[in-house]
Structure formats: C-alpha cells, structure tokens
C-alpha cells in the first residue's frame, strides 16, 4: 500500500495448528444468527484530493454523499474489491471486521469480532470508509440471519506449516456471498495477497488452486 496507513501487524487468518483453525471457527460462530444490519467498505480514499482537498490530512473519511456513492472505487465488473477489507454491523450493534493478514511468511483473510478502525486501520490514515449497505453486494444478505459462515482453510508448508484461510463464504436461507483474496487489474479479477474481493453471485469462484476445498 503507498497510501493509509495500517495499524501493527496482528494474524486473524494463519493458523499454526487444528486447534487454532478450530479456535477461529468457533470464533465466527458467534456471528451465526445474527442479522446485518450496516457493511461498511474500507479502502484507501482515492477520490479525497479530488473531491475534499480541504480534509487531506484529516485522517479517516466517511463516504455517504449520495453524489459520491454513485460512483464507487470499489465496484468492478462481477466483484467488488477492497483495499483493506469489510466491516459488518449487526442490528444489535456488534461489528465484524474481515481482511488481510499483512503478506510475508503467511497470507490469508480473517474474520474477527470488533471495528476495523484501532484494529486494521489508523485513524490518522487516509482511508475512506463508504456507506455500502445498501449499494455493494451485501444487500441481499439483509434479509435474514446469517445461518453459516465458512472459513476454507487450506494447509500452509512455505516456510513453515500450518494453514491458511483464502476464502470465505457467508450463507443465509436465501442468499450467499464469496469473500476471496483478490484485486482489480484494469476491470479483471486478480489474485492479490493484501486486497479482498467479493464476488458477485453469478461469478464464479477464480480458477486458482487454493481456492478449492
């Protein structure tokens, strides 16, 4: 990333071992039943000189001008794609944060209970944080509890062993959601190590490797 600024490192994805891919699961389920009720897309802010120059060095900017969310960073062709990751909010008013563990020994996405500001970003970067509950992806996840949410944990030997998690699905009774490790390159999905993508529900899932169960 050359814009933002992240918080210290932390590891929501990489598991050293089954207990610790269990302690995730288990950690997830506490978002089982519940109902979304906010999603929150956190990304670099990319349109801030341009549309607010007066706030360039104001830290974290929330998006939710009708005007500017009509013509969102994120939204490409079949996906959206996210620099730094989602914030879900349930309507009893807990947030979940999903995103990238920093790239180096390990890689993954992960899931965890709290804010993604503190946790992923600083709140004097120059991040944007868009309204995107009813304008993203996620509005037909709305309208009924979340019924699963499966991390595709994979094992992990480079350098050492271990597993990773590259995808994530969630389920309601009548609507289902990808999360991947992935990126735009000029309107096409990529793979990407520190980006997350979410796939539409007519595309499918990319055709790499570790993605598979």
Known sequence: MN???QTPRRVWSWAASDLEVAERREHVEGLVGNRIALVRYVTIDYLRE???????????????????L???????DGFDALDFGIELETVDGVSWSLTWDPP?????????????LGSVVSP???VAVWEATLTSLWSPMLRA?????????????????GFWCPRISFVTQDARLEVVMGDDEHGRLVASADNVA????????????????
């Open 3 to 5: 814009e933002g600024e």
């Open 145 to 161: 509890p979340i019924e699963t949410v499966e991390l595709h944990y994979t094992p992990w030997d480079r350098p050492s062993p």
């Open 104 to 116: 180096g020994d390990h890689e993954g996405i992960g899931l965890r209970k709290g804010p993604m």
């Open 70 to 76: 009509e013509r969102p960073t994120w939204r490409f």
């Open 124 to 126: 004097d970067g120059l």
């Open 198 to 213: 979410i796939l539409a529900p007519e595309t499918p899932l990319p055709p790499w490797p570790y993605l598979a169960d």
């Open 50 to 68: 341009e549309s607010h120059p007066e706030l360039i060095d104001s830290g974290v900017r929330l998006i939710d001008d009708a005007r500017e």
